[in-house]
T-cell receptor
Framework: AQSVTQLDSQVPVFEEAPVELRCNYS??????LFWYVQYPNQGLQLLLK??????LVKGINGFEAEFNKSQTSFHLRKPSVHISDTAEYFC???????????FGKGTKLSVIP | DGGITQSPKYLFRKEGQNVTLSCEQN?????MYWYRQDPGQGLRLIYY???????QKGDIAEGYSVSREKKESFPLTVTSAQKNPTAFYLC??????????FGPGTRLTVL
């Protein structure tokens, strides 16, 4: 079984400042890792995913994340946020060989003008 | 274009009524999932199905039922036994690692 911990429920940040949303996971098997974004009253949109290979993963909208196996982390970063990045962000994990996603509780990112 | 749809987008239910949420995909995916989303809770798994005519309970299956008579369809029924059904419901289909597709969701409100 897997579990995901998103360490911050809310993150306020000023426009054009950098941001990091933290995600830690636990699993007894190899994992695939994902970050999703959700805008109000909408479904989830995939930002980026780590399946294998390079531990630095680049996604849409200028976001990137780094898989750190020793620290069991998959933190999401953006060097300069925009008002339109205001949304809720979910980290998720599946065990290799499984398609079932386990989600964190989400982090609400608020970008302040 | 292939995709996954959910209907209706908004649904209102009186206490004691059963309601059925639709989820359809034309991606030829074998696996489909239903999640429930509550504020501050993330997404929790209700039921999932990996092949036609077979499905398993997730973490919060009580008060829900599903069927999988066709590969394309995985409807979720919220029964009167579900004591707190007001939530946002998301359907997901997948054909392999990293290929999860999310429906747009159904917001259910109990009046």
């Amino acid at each position: 079984a897997q579990s995901v911990t998103q360490l911050d429920s809310q993150v306020p940040v000023f426009e054009e400042a950098p941001v990091e949303l933290r995600c830690n996971y636990s699993s007894s098997v190899s994992v695939y890792l994902f970050w999703y974004v959700q805008y109000p009253n909408q479904g989830l949109q995939l930002l980026l995913k780590y399946l294998s290979g390079s531990t630095l993963v680049k996604g849409i909208n200028g976001f990137e994340a780094e898989f750190n196996k020793s620290q069991t982390s998959f933190h999401l970063r953006k060097p300069s946020v925009h008002i339109s990045d205001t949304a809720e962000y979910f980290c998720a994990v599946t065990g290799a060989g499984s398609y079932q996603l386990t989600f964190g509780k989400g982090t609400k990112l608020s970008v302040i003008p | 274009d292939g995709g996954i749809t959910q209907s209706p987008k908004y649904l209102f239910r009186k206490e004691g009524q059963n309601v059925t949420l639709s989820c359809e995909q034309n991606l030829n995916h074998d696996a489909m999932y239903w999640y429930r989303q509550d504020p501050g809770q993330g997404l929790r798994l209700i039921y999932y199905s990996q092949i036609v005519n077979d499905f398993q309970k997730g973490d919060i299956a009580e008060g829900y039922s599903v069927s999988r008579e066709k590969k394309e369809s995985f409807p979720l029924t919220v029964t009167s036994a579900q004591k707190n059904p007001t939530a946002f419901y998301l359907c997901v289909s997948t054909g392999g690692p990293g290929t999860q597709y999310f429906g747009p969701g159904t917001r259910l409100t109990v009046l």
